[in-house]
């Protein structure tokens, strides 16, 4: 059993990783704590302090707890507001803590497009402009070229979370372009478990979601991969073990 924890802010769309614990197999365990938010608001203050050390520290201790083997800050924008050497210090800060692997899901992002061999990439976010672009910087620290950026303006987590498979799919239309690679949809607030096949059928190219490249990122924290077809291109490249 490899067990993997995650540390996801407030209430929105956690119930992605039960739907994905069951579609990786028996093996896998995901133990999601959820860590105080404060202000729900897409505000680059408000989500610097969404990820501050102190707001984290009791969910990485129940995390060790539990016996997970890494953890991941499972929150896009609780990272990349922090830019490259902020969330590396964010990052270092948890595994010193938690004494496991640990990693954030803006680097997650940025290591799922180089798996799936995306040098380009369109990002879709619900984000607000302003902080969209920040995710946008990010990658591009990390070597990954954004081709464009479509920004629907939400403000909350909590209202993104409400979104159904029409409005995922929208935005992931919205933002693709004929040059991108890829498709990047940010927001672990985004249900996007369940359409994962679909949004890749629709575009064409791989999507990857934000709680799909955390899962993904714990799994190589722990040098697991596992082929599941149900949770897109990024779950089927070699070397595998099928599922």
Request: proline letters at 4%.
């Amino acid at each position: 059993m490899t067990a993997l924890g995650f540390l996801y802010p407030g209430h929105s769309a956690e119930d992605d990783y039960p739907r994905m614990e069951q579609l990786l197999g028996s093996d896998v365990r995901l133990d999601l704590v959820h860590t105080d938010v404060g202000e729900d608001a897409h505000r680059v203050d408000a989500l610097r302090q969404k990820g501050a050390t102190e707001r984290l520290a009791d969910g990485v201790g129940q995390l060790r707890l539990a016996g997970v083997e890494a953890i991941v800050w499972a929150s896009t924008s609780g990272g990349f507001v922090h830019g490259w050497e902020g969330a590396q210090q964010q990052v270092r800060a948890l595994a010193t803590s938690a004494g496991t692997p640990a990693s954030s899901t803006s680097f997650a992002f940025v290591r799922a497009a180089g798996e799936v061999g995306a040098a380009r990439v369109a990002v879709g976010a619900a984000y607000p402009d302003d902080v969209a672009a920040l995710f946008a910087d990010f990658l591009a620290a990390g070597g990954v070229r954004v081709t464009g950026v479509h920004s629907a303006g939400i403000v909350t987590a909590a209202e993104v979370g409400a979104w159904g498979e029409a409005e995922v799919l929208a935005l992931a239309r919205a933002a693709d372009s004929p040059e991108a690679q890829a498709v990047l949809l940010p927001g672990t607030a985004l249900h996007t478990a369940a359409c994962l096949p679909e949004l890749e059928k629709e575009l064409g190219k791989p999507v990857l979601t934000a709680n799909q490249v955390t899962v993904w990122e714990a799994l190589r924290l722990t040098d697991r991969r596992v082929n599941a077809p149900g949770l897109g291109t990024l779950f089927t490249r070699e070397p595998v073990v099928q599922v």
